[in-house]
């Protein structure tokens, strides 16, 4: 893993939502080299939305980040990450553009996946912003947009002809949302495709499923998604394996809810009211801990960085009563 991506071979994915501030932080100190901000629109920043540009903020101590923008007009795509780049200046790795995003309110609208049914206009937005910018661009995109209908390999080529830096391959096809298996079978032909480096994503939820992807898809790096959701010690599980060491143990109840604890204030300071979001962050710590089913129906309820302490105290009463019994002790 070497060129572009030498230094950046674990990344976390941009997710809508949940590529935060606070999520940025907790997955970067566990080991991921770079990582992206939620995706960003460019439409939204060509109304100055400040909204859509509080995305890209930096986290305390992060010295970089990447960013991916999204958006069908060749212009607004060019003049945001024009507007992005002298914002960021340094602290801007590259951009990448999404041309993967399979959700229905994005493809509606000509953005994210429906870039891949029209190679041409996805070629001139990379060629657009390629022309606007100085820090490399990259793009990211699935294996292609029907089920079976495999464009990825062809698609890839059209990138590299229009200027990206490097690309990023899901192994599922739009149609497929998050359904089945990835098929890391198509980031190797890409990888095969093309000369510019190539990121590997889709389905990495351990350190051994980062070195099979590495070795069977000879991919740059690897980029982790929805495996780190409520796991960010996934990174320090993929370097250890990528570097040829044990992997560490998985994390005992108490050091998941400490670090439920410790993403919900980083959430408070940053969003204030906005810590309703740690529902779904909570829901992902807790997932198969003892009592989690009960506390589900209470999560909903948090507003306050109280509340979703009060859940996280009884849910680890709850768990040192199961270990009582399970030791035989009681």
Excluded at 178 to 202: F, H, K, L, T
Excluded at 318 to 323: D, G, M
Aim: glycine share 10%; hydrophobic share 45%.
């Amino acid at each position: 893993m070497d060129g572009l991506f030498g230094k950046y071979r674990v990344l976390l994915a941009p997710m809508a939502g949940v590529s935060d501030i606070a999520f940025r932080t907790l997955c970067r100190e566990a080991g991921a080299d770079m990582a992206f901000t939620e995706m960003v629109s460019a439409k939204g920043l060509s109304f100055a939305n400040e909204k859509t540009r509080h995305l890209l903020a930096l986290a305390g101590g992060e010295k970089q980040v990447a960013v991916q923008l999204f958006g069908h007009e060749p212009e607004v795509m060019a003049s945001q990450a024009a507007w992005i780049e002298q914002e960021m200046g340094e602290s801007l790795a590259y951009l990448d553009i999404n041309m993967g995003c399979p959700a229905r309110k994005i493809v509606s609208k000509g953005d994210g996946s429906a870039l891949m049914r029209d190679p041409h206009l996805a070629a001139s937005i990379v060629s657009a912003v390629k022309e606007a910018v100085s820090c490399p661009v990259t793009a990211k995109f699935r294996r292609g947009w029907s089920e079976g209908d495999e464009t990825a390999p062809a698609f890839a080529r059209h990138m590299e002809a229009a200027g990206a830096d490097a690309v990023a391959v899901h192994g599922r096809y739009t149609e497929q949302l998050y359904r089945g298996s990835a098929d890391w079978g198509v980031i190797a032909r890409v990888r095969e495709a093309v000369s510019v480096p190539v990121v590997g994503n889709g389905d990495v939820r351990s350190g051994t499923d980062a070195v099979r992807m590495a070795a069977e898809t000879g991919c740059d790096a690897v980029m982790i998604a929805r495996g780190a959701e409520g796991n960010p010690w996934l990174f320090s599980q993929v370097q250890a394996a990528l570097a040829g060491l044990p992997e560490p143990a998985p994390p005992t109840v108490d050091e998941r809810i400490a670090m439920a604890r410790r993403h919900a204030e980083l959430l408070t300071h940053r969003e204030g009211r906005n810590i309703v979001r740690m529902r779904k962050h909570a829901m992902w710590y807790m997932a198969g801990l003892p009592g989690a089913a009960a506390a589900r129906g209470r999560i909903n309820y948090c507003t306050t960085l109280d509340d979703f302490n009060q859940v996280f105290d009884d849910l680890l009463e709850i768990a040192h009563e199961h270990a009582i019994v399970a030791s035989g002790k009681e």
